[in-house]
């Protein structure tokens, strides 16, 4: 028998995988809009569970590398971090009575790049700091925008 364990919080029939297809191909066409449409369109992105797992497999790698030391893994999934919660905060920029979701947004990228900070001068201990900020700051967010 299977032990449940905290990661299991969805049975893995309730995750539609094949669901990512379409979402690509959506977000392969509105790259394309915004080559032609330019600057209008942001590159803002909406914080559904698939991106949102992804999100949570990339700081966990990010807590992992930290702790391990590993400088070039953990770069990148910081820079990652950085990047998606910067497209989630123009996503809620752009909706009205969202102000607080940008913030939350802004917040957890900010964390990123402090770590990013931390990491560029080879400090760990302070990188290590920034994360907890970072894991701390999901579940802000989620206390306001995430419904179970
Ligand atoms: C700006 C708001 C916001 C922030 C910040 C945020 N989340 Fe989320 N998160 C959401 C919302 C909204 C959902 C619900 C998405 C859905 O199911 O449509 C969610 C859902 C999730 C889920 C459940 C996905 C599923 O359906 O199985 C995980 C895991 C998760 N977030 C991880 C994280 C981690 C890790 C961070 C921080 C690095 C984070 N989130 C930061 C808004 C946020």
Do not use: W
């Not at 770590?115 to 302070?126: M, P, T, V, W």
């Amino acid at each position: 028998m299977r032990q449940a364990t905290p990661d299991d919080h969805r049975p893995s029939a309730a995750r539609p995988r094949r669901a990512a297809t379409p979402t690509l191909i959506a977000a392969a066409a509105l790259a394309c809009l915004a080559l032609i449409a330019g600057p209008v369109l942001s590159a803002a992105v909406e914080p559904d569970g698939d991106l949102m797992r992804s999100i949570d497999d990339t700081t966990k790698g990010l807590d992992s590398s930290v702790s391990q030391h590993d400088l070039a893994a953990a770069t990148q999934q910081a820079q990652e971090l950085a990047a998606v919660f910067s497209q989630i905060s123009e996503h809620y920029a752009a909706q009205p009575d969202h102000a607080d979701a940008v913030d939350f947004s802004r917040k957890t990228r900010q964390f990123a790049e402090q770590a990013l900070q931390s990491l560029k001068s080879g400090d760990f201990d302070a990188a290590s700091g920034h994360v907890l900020n970072l894991t701390r700051s999901c579940k802000a967010c989620h206390q306001v925008y995430k419904k179970d």
